[in-house]
Nanobody, 126 residues
């Protein structure tokens, strides 16, 4: 069983920055692709960014150029650097790992991920 935990959420003003961290248990972290998703109140969970086992990345259009996903396999951690934050970025952000069986696949659908964290709140005020 893989355990996933997000941290780094908080409240910032528009234009500010936050860095989210996603820490996972296990000694084979390098095998897992990791995605960030978010869910605002009354909205469906949506894809934000993903990084494959070999560090291929993809982002939703609205965060391209503002968010950067990266991974540190030595620390079993994936980061989401969020710059130029906007009020519409306000949501609970979730980290998820895939099954570890996709070789360098870039996955953008929530159903493709197996292990989920509890989420961390990000609030951006105008």
């Amino acid at each position: 069983q893989v355990h996933v935990a997000e941290s780094g959420g908080g409240s910032v003003q528009a234009g500010g920055s936050l860095t989210l961290s996603c820490a996972a248990s296990g000694h084979t972290f390098w095998r897992y692709g990791t995605g960030w998703f978010r869910q605002a109140p009354g909205e469906e969970r949506e894809f934000v960014a993903t990084i494959s086992s070999r560090s291929g990345t993809d982002y939703r259009d609205s965060v391209k150029g503002r968010f950067t996903i990266s991974r540190d396999n030595a620390k079993n951690t994936v980061y989401l650097q969020m710059n130029s934050l906007k009020p519409e970025d306000t949501a609970v952000y979730y980290c998820a790992l895939d099954s570890g069986q996709y070789s360098n696949a870039i996955l953008t659908r929530a159903t493709e991920y197996k292990y989920w964290g509890q989420g961390t709140q990000v609030t951006v005020s105008s």
